[in-house]
């Protein structure tokens, strides 16, 4: 008998599906007039970051801490323990992730880079190579800022908006031996896997490939780190597409994949469903030691590392209610939603739809704009001036530049993100997002892209301003 709960269609043997929960309180949403927005625009430099939410109309900036909480959740914000030392929410968020993710020891953080800061200072020495299945802003400067230089090892297809393998996050176990014998065991600090793939799509890895890859990592003595960020919409594309799982819960392939691994780092803003919050978990005591030393210089104590008591104990309940299969599938089969509407229009996006958000490809919208005029960025200014809806930028600006030349790194993927937060919005909402990229699309041909005229010198896509090319 299978464990897996049935989804609505399975059990009454029709297509439909529906969200596993019902709405009791609601924010309401405006969308301002065109020259309400063009100003809006304009003094956001045409950064969708730098806007104010209260003129956007549908947010789909980012899946980070913009869930909505549920009742329980919500409760469990009343059991704050704020008491300094020894939260009793802490205590309760350490054995949720003890029990869920496998991993011996907890360091609560503020949010997902704090723990990246804390795993990249402890475990990377200067001059060390840190291969990983693409890069994501924040985690290579980390590295990078810890002395060590990140090498893509993903396989070719996530370059490749058209292929539509069904791990695109897949680590190619051949790039990454060849970076191993190259540069000596001894020289990699260790491997960094995402999973789902942020950059590429939020595109899953395999339990396959992480096996094989676990295998090679003791093949060379290196340890294996997980970014556990959207490790369960991860685990909800095993179930679906990977043979042999079809029948396994998302809780049971979560730890299982996480068994293959030495440690994680965790933004709880997204898969937890919360609106603040992270970790990092290990399961070697020596760099726990580590951790737990440094998150009190950078953090808070090591018993809520930068997050109130109230905060842990949603978190606690809500990774909980992440595992449960008819939440997940409602999540990522909303994201499915607005992909194949896009896709019944010929709009060209990655393929296949991944986790958590749609990827518009501009260089397919924009054949007439070169790299260096920010096409992915044009795109995303254009969406908000069309319809007030805000994603966000994945090209050119996130790349950034080369720390050593200085000069732009030229991603092969130039992309706009319209990301999906969890349990916010319906699917009219993603009807009225599709017949915006649409509007855009049929205009693509009059855009003439941006100057960038003001850079900062870290994850510039943040803050960066832009002026329009007329
Ligand atoms: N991701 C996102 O919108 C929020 C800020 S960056 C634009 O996708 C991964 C895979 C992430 C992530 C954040 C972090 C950092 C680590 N890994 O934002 O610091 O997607 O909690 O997490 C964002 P924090």
New binding site residues.
């Given amino acids: 008998m299978s464990k897996r709960l049935k989804t609505m269609g399975e059990q009454f043997d029709r297509r439909s599906w529906a969200e596993p929960w019902k709405i009791k309180m609601v924010e309401p949403i405006e969308l301002k007039p065109k020259e309400e927005r063009e100003k809006a625009a304009r003094e956001a430099g045409y950064n969708t970051f730098l806007l104010k939410s209260a003129d956007v109309y549908i947010d789909l ?5 913009t869930s909505a909480m549920s009742d329980r959740q919500w409760a469990g914000m009343m059991l704050g323990d704020e008491a300094y030392a020894g939260s009793v929410n802490f205590y309760h968020l350490e054995e949720t992730v003890r029990q869920v993710y496998g991993y011996k020891y907890l360091v609560p953080t503020h ?4 723990a ?1 800061h804390l795993m990249s200072q402890a475990e990377i020495r200067a001059g060390q190579i840190v291969p990983g299945n693409m890069y ?4 290579r400067l980390h590295q990078e800022l810890a002395g060590g230089k990140f090498v893509d090892v993903i396989i070719d297809e996530a370059h490749d908006t058209e292929s539509t393998h069904p791990f695109k996050g897949n680590v190619d176990l051949q790039k990454l031996e060849d970076v191993i014998r190259e540069n000596g065991a001894e020289n990699i600090a260790y491997v960094s896997l ?1 999973g789902t793939v ?1 950059m590429a799509g939020g595109q899953p890895v395999s339990m396959d490939n992480v096996k094989s890859l676990r295998a090679l990592c003791d093949k060379y003595g290196i340890k294996l780190y997980l ?1 556990a ?2 490790m369960v919409e991860n685990s909800y594309f095993i179930q679906q597409r990977e043979a042999g799982y079809g029948d396994k819960t998302i809780a049971e392939i979560l730890k299982e994949f996480c068994s293959y691994t030495d440690g994680a ?1 965790m ?4 898969d937890h469903l919360v609106n603040i919050g ?1 970790w990092a978990a290990v399961n070697d005591r020596g760099l726990f030691d580590r951790l737990r030393n440094m998150v009190v210089v950078y953090e808070g104590l090591h018993t809520y590392g930068g997050m109130a008591g109230r905060d842990m104990e949603a978190m606690a309940i809500g990774i909980r209610e992440s595992l449960q299969d008819s939440y997940v599938r409602a999540r990522v089969g909303q994201v499915e939603y607005l992909g194949q509407l896009l896709t019944n229009w010929d709009i060209p996006i990655v393929r296949p739809v991944g986790g ?1 958000a749609i990827f518009l490809d501009a260089r397919k919208f924009y054949p007439h704009l070169k790299q260096d005029v920010f096409p992915s960025q044009t795109l995303a200014a254009e969406l908000y001036l069309d319809s007030g809806i805000r994603g ?1 930028e994945r090209g050119i600006v ?1 790349a950034g530049r080369d720390p050593k030349t200085g000069d732009h790194r030229y991603p092969r993927l130039e992309l706009t ?1 319209l ?1 999906i937060p969890r349990r916010v919005y319906t699917e009219a909402h993603m009807d009225v997002v599709a017949e915006a990229v649409k509007a855009v699309y049929q205009n693509a041909h009059k855009a003439k892209g941006l100057r960038m005229v003001y850079e900062p010198e870290y ?1 510039r ?2 803050q960066a301003r832009f002026e329009r090319i007329e």
Avoid: I, P
């Avoid at 900036?61 to 801490?65: F, V």
């Avoid at 949010?111 to 704090?114: E, K, L, T």
């Avoid at 994501?136 to 985690?139: E, I, P, Q, S, Y």
């Fill in positions: 900036l980012t899946d980070s801490g949010q997902g880079r704090g990246e994501f802003t924040t985690t995402a942020n970014d960020t959207r780092w933004s709880g803003k997204k992270g958590h966000m996130s993100r990301t994850l896509f943040f």
